[in-house]
Nanobody, 122 residues
């Protein structure tokens, strides 16, 4: 059974940092693009960051560019999201996702995690 499990969410003050992890099991994702999305209450799920299957290319939403960094460790089947300079508007449930090869910014991904809550207080 394929699973993506996020961890690392929590409550942090504005300006602080968090590091999210997404561990995959059930298959290898070495040839899969990995991404992070987020969904705030009453809003649609939105693309945050993505990384190509080899890790050579990364993509970011304008709202997080320069503050968030996505990375992956294929040996561990894990993708990370380092979030710095957090703002209250970053508050959301963060989901990791995977799809073959190419990063896309829509939600058409094959696999999803259950989500982890990130709350940024002002």
């Amino acid at each position: 059974q394929v699973q993506l499990v996020e961890s690392g969410g929590g409550l942090v003050q504005a300006g602080g940092s968090l590091r999210l992890s997404c561990a995959a099991s059930g298959r290898t994702f070495n040839n899969y693009a990995r991404a992070w999305f987020r969904q705030a209450p009453g809003k649609e799920r939105e693309f945050v960051a993505g990384i190509s299957w080899r890790g050579g290319s990364t993509y970011y939403a304008d709202s997080v560019k320069g503050r968030f960094t996505i990375s992956r460790d294929n040996a561990k089947n894990t993708v990370y999201l380092q979030m710095n300079s957090l703002k209250p508007e970053d508050t959301a449930v963060y989901y990791c996702a995977a799809r073959p090869y190419a990063v896309i910014v829509t939600t058409a991904y094959d696999y999803w995690g259950q989500g982890t809550q990130v709350t940024v207080s002002s």
